[in-house]
């Protein structure tokens, strides 16, 4: 059986030998940008580039979801390599699609060409005979939680569940034979070097607000109406208001979007919608800001006599990093790209964004490092994958490699891992505590 080292050669070898194959599956998406579980034709391509590399998987899953499957030698764990599918909204990003201003702001198209790379790597003769457990490609959808009224009405239609990719995946069971799961997401940040790895993230609530009012003559006869849109200005100045009460250490973002402001201009707003975030540190920390949140909310209703219905919807937990997967995915990092290019980022170091793949945290070992190669803030109209030998290539490589490291040696590193594992919660536990942060409240403020 080859060695360790050897696999690794034959593993970069291999993803050197289809760069071009695999850049090719990120461009194409990127070209064809579509938002959480609207991923049709992204989902198409996984499909078929996977049939092209003869990796049996199934399709479909969460709506738009495909996992695919290496065996190994010999039975053992199964580690998944996760690539998220969708894009966000940004109109005006060169690269969005004029009809829906849906656009890879956030570099998602990067992940499914590495989650493929790193397939290919793996299927480099000898590899997955020397190994012993499997691997689970898996792209999955929505993990911008976006298009929340869209989200809500396929939840209500009972099509979804949760309604963020790895959330479903995980309510769905499609995690359960996965023993350990990682994934790389580009960043333009450029202290964070070619590769950087650490801290955690802020966890969420999501917000959908309907601001019930009357419509009336907005000329002739406003008395006769209930201005909801009133309302909704009442509540965002009154959660403003609340900012100065929100603890630094909490870091607490509130933020969201008007979705719907009224339905002509002579006619008095009847319905406005409002989709948010209520970001916090930790579960606490949310569901403190969230309290105050909502009674920002009545109190816009109460001020108009209008009505207000708070949909909370169950968001994302915060990230845990697994030290050991650290450890390893660092070791492979260095080896290819050298440690001056690698960043550690403090434990509890938290830029202030959420990630589903904090959920997944909460029930198996994971980690959420970041290759470069983008240009641009995130999520801004400038964001670019611009060096896919960097942010495609180069992280396709190193998750090849940790998964050698994890299951080569009767995958005693993955086994260390398991055995040393100690999950926040099972996945029972995981879906009771999203189960009850989701709540419907009608308040009547007239
Ligand atoms: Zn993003
Ligand atoms: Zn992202």
């Known amino acids: 059986m080859p060695a360790r080292d050897e696999l690794k050669e034959k593993v970069q070898f291999a993803i050197d030998q289809r760069k071009e194959w695999i850049i090719q599956v990120s461009r194409t998406i990127l070209d064809h940008p579509e938002p959480g579980f609207l991923e049709t034709k992204t989902s198409k391509l996984v499909s078929e580039k996977l049939d092209e590399l003869g990796i049996h998987h199934q399709a479909g899953i969460a709506l738009t979801g495909v996992k695919g499957r290496l065996t190994g030698g ?3 764990p199964t580690v998944a390599l996760i690539g998220e599918m969708d894009s966000l909204k940004v109109p005006g990003h060169p690269k969005a699609d004029p009809e829906t201003g849906a656009a890879h702001a956030c570099g998602h198209h990067a992940q499914i060409g590495m989650m493929l790379g790193a397939a290919v790597g793996l299927l480099a003769p000898e590899v997955m005979q020397s190994l012993a457990g499997n691997v689970a490609l898996m792209a999955v959808p929505a993990e911008e939680f976006i298009d929340v009224e869209y989200r809500w009405k396929l939840h209500e239609e009972g099509k979804l569940g949760l309604m963020a990719g790895k959330q479903e995946f995980i309510r ?9 799961a990682m994934m790389v997401h580009t960043t333009s940040r450029e202290y964070d070097g070619k590769f950087a790895l650490g801290g955690t993230s802020n966890g969420h609530l999501v917000k959908y607000i309907q601001f019930v009012g009357r419509a009336a003559h907005a000329g002739g006869a406003p008395h006769a109406g209930v201005n909801a849109l009133q309302a909704a200005m009442i509540a965002l100045n ?3 208001a609340q900012r100065e009460t929100m603890r630094n250490d909490h870091t607490i973002r509130i933020h969201g979007i008007m979705t719907r402001g009224g339905a ?21 920390a949310i569901e403190d800001a969230n309290a105050k949140v909502d009674r920002c909310f009545r109190a816009g209703a109460l001020a108009m006599g209008a009505a207000v219905n708070i949909i909370t919807i169950p968001g994302y937990l915060p990230m845990i990093n697994n030290e050991t997967l650290k450890e390893l995915f660092k070791e492979n990092a260095v080896r290819l790209v050298g440690e001056n290019q690698f960043v550690t980022h403090p434990r509890y170091r938290n830029s ?4 589903d793949m904090g959920d997944l945290s909460h029930i198996m070992p994971v980690i959420h490092p970041y290759a470069g190669g983008a240009t641009g803030h995130g999520h801004s109209t400038e964001y670019m994958v611009e060096d896919y030998e960097t942010a495609v ?7 090849a490699m940790a998964v050698i490291d994890l299951l080569d040696n009767d995958a005693a590193r993955a086994q260390e891992i398991l055995a040393k594992n100690r999950p926040a919660m099972t996945r029972e536990q995981y879906l009771a505590f999203q189960s009850q942060r989701l709540r419907e409240e009608l308040y009547e403020g007239r």
């Open 264 to 284: 002509s201009v002579n006619s008095i707003p009847a319905d406005v919608r409002y989709e948010g975030r209520v970001r916090g540190r930790t579960t606490e």
């Open 172 to 180: 769905l069971g499609a995690f359960d034979d996965v023993d350990m």
């Open 352 to 355: 202030g964004g959420s990630t």
């Open 74 to 76: 010999r039975p053992g």
């Open 238 to 240: 009154a959660i403003n």
């Open 393 to 399: 290539i180069n992280p396709a490589k190193v998750m």
